[in-house]
C-alpha cells in the first residue's frame, strides 16, 4: 500500500495533525497546506516543501487522497463543515475535529456516500496515552468483573469527547437516559446530569463556564472519570495524568484484625493501589511534542486502515451519530454557558507549595 497523500486545513491545533502525519511516513504523504494564508501556515508549507492553498477548489482527488479538516465547524462558528463537505464532494476521504452537530453529521454521510469515500468524526482525546490505558482496562474489566457505576466531570468546551469516554468505557452510548438534576449557579457552576447508560448508572457533571476571550484556552477542567466495579475502581483524574486502580476490600480482610495472629488471608498483600498509567516524569513540552501527536497518529492509523479495506460505513459510524445526538441533546438542557473572565493564570509546581516540608 503506498502512502495516503494527505492535506491539513487549520494549522493551530492543525500543527499535531502534520506532525502526526511525518511520523508516519508509510501511511501518509503530506501534499498540502489549506487555511486562509496566516503566517504561521505559510512557514509550516514553507518548511516542509508543500503548497499553501487559501480555497477547497484549487485541490483535486488527483492530487489529494485525504483532508484532515481541523478547523472549527458550523456549530462552534467556523467553516470546518462546509470545507469537510467540499473535499467529500470531491471523492476525497475526510477525518475531522470535534464537535460537529448532528445535523451536519447526518449531512456529511450522506455526502461520503455520494463521493464513495470515508468520513471519520475525531474526538482526540480518547487516544491520548493515559485516556487510552484507561478505556483499554475498562474493556478488560467490562470482562472481568460487573461495573457498577460510572461518575465523570468535564467543562463544556470538551464534553463532546467526554462522552465518547463514557461510551468507550461502557461499550456503547445505547439507551441513555440522562436529565439534569440541578441547574448551575454563579455559586455551583456545574450543571449535573444522572441516569443510566445501558443500565449502568452515570453522573456526569459540566463545568458549565466559559471565557469568551479565550474559550479553548482557559479550561479549569478536562475529563475526570471513576469507573466502579464489584472488584475494584479505576480512576481517571485528568487525561494528562496517571491512571489508578484501587482492587476493593474483600469482606474476608474484616476478619484481619491487627490483633488477628491468623494473618493468612491471600488479599492481605495486596496493594490498596496499582499505577495502570504513570505520568509524574511528563513535561508539559512532552504533551505538545510527544503525546498529542501520538494520539492523532492512533486515529490516522485506524482512519487508514478502514480506507484500505473500504470500511467506509461500519458500527462507528453509527456510534458517532448517537454521540452527536447526545451532546446537542445535553447542550440545549443546559442552554447557554455561563460568561466569566478568567485573569493569566501560571501553573504552580508541588515544591513551590511544600518546600522543605514533610507531611508525613
Known amino acids: 500500500m503506498r502512502p495516503l497523500r494527505v492535506v491539513v486545513c487549520g494549522t493551530k491545533f492543525g500543527a499535531y495533525y502534520v506532525q502526526a502525519i511525518l511520523n508516519l511516513p508509510s501511511h501518509y504523504r503530506l501534499v498540502g497546506i489549506l487555511s486562509k494564508g496566516s503566517k504561521q501556515s505559510e512557514e509550516l508549507a514553507n518548511t516542509f516543501n508543500v503548497p499553501l492553498y487559501t480555497d477547497v477548489d484549487e485541490i483535486t482527488n488527483e492530487q489529494v487522497d485525504v483532508a484532515c479538516v481541523v478547523v472549527k465547524s458550523t456549530i462552534v462558528g467556523g467553516a470546518g463543515t462546509s470545507i469537510a463537505q467540499a473535499f467529500l464532494e470531491k471523492g476525497i476521504h475526510v477525518i475531522q475535529e470535534h464537535p460537529v452537530h448532528e445535523d451536519d453529521y447526518l449531512k456529511l454521510i450522506k455526502s ?16 491520548v496515552d493515559a485516556v487510552y490505558a484507561f478505556l483499554q482496562t475498562a474493556q478488560t474489566l467490562r470482562e472481568a468483573s460487573d461495573i457498577i457505576y460510572l461518575e465523570a466531570a468535564c467543562s463544556i468546551q470538551v464534553l463532546f469527547p467526554m462522552l465518547d469516554i463514557i461510551g468507550q468505557a461502557l461499550g456503547g452510548l445505547q439507551t441513555c437516559t440522562l436529565e439534569p438534576i440541578n441547574n448551575h449557579t454563579e455559586h455551583d457552576p456545574f450543571y449535573t446530569l444522572s441516569g443510566q447508560i445501558r443500565d449502568i448508572p452515570v453522573t456526569l457533571r459540566i463545568f458549565n463556564q466559559m471565557d469568551l476571550a479565550n474559550p479553548e484556552s482557559n479550561i479549569y477542567l478536562l475529563h475526570r472519570v471513576i469507573l466502579g466495579t464489584n472488584r475494584g475502581t479505576l480512576y481517571l483524574p485528568d487525561p494528562h495524568g496517571s491512571v489508578h486502580w484501587m482492587p476493593c476490600m474483600s469482606s474476608s480482610l474484616n476478619e484481619s484484625t ?18 495502570v498509567f504513570p505520568a509524574q516524569n511528563t513535561s508539559f513540552e512532552d504533551l505538545y511534542i510527544k503525546i498529542w501527536p501520538k494520539s492523532v497518529e492512533r486515529s ?56 522543605e516540608k514533610e507531611w508525613i
Not at 326 to 337: A, D, E, F, T, V
Open 112 to 127: 461520503a456516500k455520494a463521493g464513495n469515500c470515508k468520513y471519520h468524526l475525531n474526538s482526540f482525546y480518547p487516544n
Open 300 to 355: 490516522l492509523i485506524t482512519f487508514s486502515e478502514e480506507i484500505w479495506s473500504r470500511s467506509y460505513f461500519n458500527q462507528t459510524t453509527q456510534y458517532y451519530l448517537t454521540a452527536c445526538k447526545l451532546w446537542n441533546n445535553i447542550g440545549k438542557k443546559m442552554g447557554p454557558s455561563q460568561k466569566v473572565c478568567i485573569q493569566e493564570r501560571e501553573p504552580l509546581r508541588m515544591r513551590d507549595i511544600k518546600g
Open 258 to 275: 491487627i490483633f488477628n495472629k491468623k494473618r493468612d488471608n491471600k488479599f492481605l498483600s495486596y496493594p490498596v493501589e496499582e499505577i
